[in-house]
């Protein structure tokens, strides 16, 4: 049992991290730890943590075999009404004490079952993402995959929003925004902000979230999450990001919705607001999610060869080539917003263009170089942003790496070259991600054969994702009028 103590800005919270794999020790584990009250999550289809909770008390060896019951009607791109009964099954491997809640509280998440045939739910996004590690494995290319993905996000100071019949308007504001550079408040202005795509690397008090960033680390570790890294990022106003260690699929796409969890409610309770939305400010860079990827056999690293390209195995190109064809269907997964395509637009370091190459950060996939050894060789898939659901996400991205692998597709020559300062007739020989939530789903539609492989996605699970994100955000903005639009015809 590891036992590590970490001092936040406002108290002193304790971590025990350990794994259990039976219920009877997660149970005990809890009294050890004094929890009044166990949180049961869950993930719904878009990939936002949904919850109940109960004391613990209620914490019997029979709720990890029979489950707690839910509407799953009332969970986006769940059951209908008359089908609404579901259950949720905790999974112990994942028991940690909740490293936000002022009251003991355990975490535990959970996978989705249906009550009458006592199955795992077809649309439980974990549960695709546990088939699709088992499709790797019986494909015998693979004994498992790592995952790293890198989230950026923004912690702004207030934020105020509405839609109507008669109106529609955002504001934000950060202290740290250099919009703020000029402004009388009342009391003395201070500077020192970051300029418009230069906040990346600056001390305090240009970063001026230094302290916040650290209190989200060690919540992090608190969890049993490693961190690498945390630093500001490019644009002004508060992007940030912080970096985890590696872990399997399934494993990492936990962490994310933690991840994701930890730095919003950290954020709350400095009086901050933090978001993950792609692209919240016009004119600076958006959020992604790089996500690094590698297949691993028999402990050893199948993308490595000290002779290929960039130390690249053949089998990595492959993998590559099934990146690069599949992208346009992937990004309806992976870049799963409207917003996501303010985002995918040439310059703000945004990853357009369908190409790899080493070092560089203007391709799709960047394959890294920091490192010589064969165990850090992997590759940067750039494209998905931090709205993905990260079981959808990973899951889809490895089928289509294993489509690659299976059918040899040729990736083609890499370009090292700076892709946005090519002349205009060489950059429309190279293809590009689709230019709208709207593009990517029609390639879903017609492209998602790999992704059906080994029974991993399922035609229902497809079908309603594409049904979901047309009516209720590609239909619901494309309906309304824009702001902007006002700007540009009300005068006509």
Known sequence: MITRET???????KSTVQTWTKPREVIAFAREQGVAIVDLKFVDLPGTWQHVSIPIQELTEDVFDEGIGFDGSSIRGFQHIHESDMILIPDPTTAVVDPICEVPTLSLICNVYDPVTRQPYSRDPRYIAKKAERYLIQTG??????WGPELEFFIFDSVRYD????????????EEGIWNSGRDQGRPNLGHRPRWKEGYFPVPPVDTLQDIRSEIVLRLIQAGIEVEAHHHEVATAGQCEIDIRFQSLT????????????????????????????????GDNGSGMHTHQSLWKGGRNLFYDERGYAGLSELALYYIGGLLKHT???LAFCAPTTNSYRRLVPGYEAPVNLVYSQRNRSA???IPMISSSPKAKRLEYRCPDPTANPYLAFAAMLMAGLDGIRNRIDPGDPMDTDLYELPPEELRKI????????EALRALEEDHAFLLEGDVFTPDVIETWIELKRKREVDAVRLRPHPYEFYLYYDA
């Open 364 to 366: 799709s996939i960047r």
């Open 141 to 146: 290319i693979a004994d498992v995959s790592y």
């Open 163 to 174: 839609q109507n019949a008669y109106s529609c308007y955002y504001f934000i504001d950060a």
């Open 251 to 282: 494993r990492m796409a936990d962490c994310v919705l933690m991840y994701k969890y930890i730095v919003k409610n950290v954020a709350r309770s400095y009086g901050r607001t933090a978001t993950f939305m792609p692209k919240p400010l016009f």
């Open 431 to 438: 293809k590009q991600v689709p230019g709208s939530l709207e």
């Open 7 to 13: 001092r936040g800005t406002n108290r002193t919270v």
């Open 328 to 330: 346009p269907a992937l």
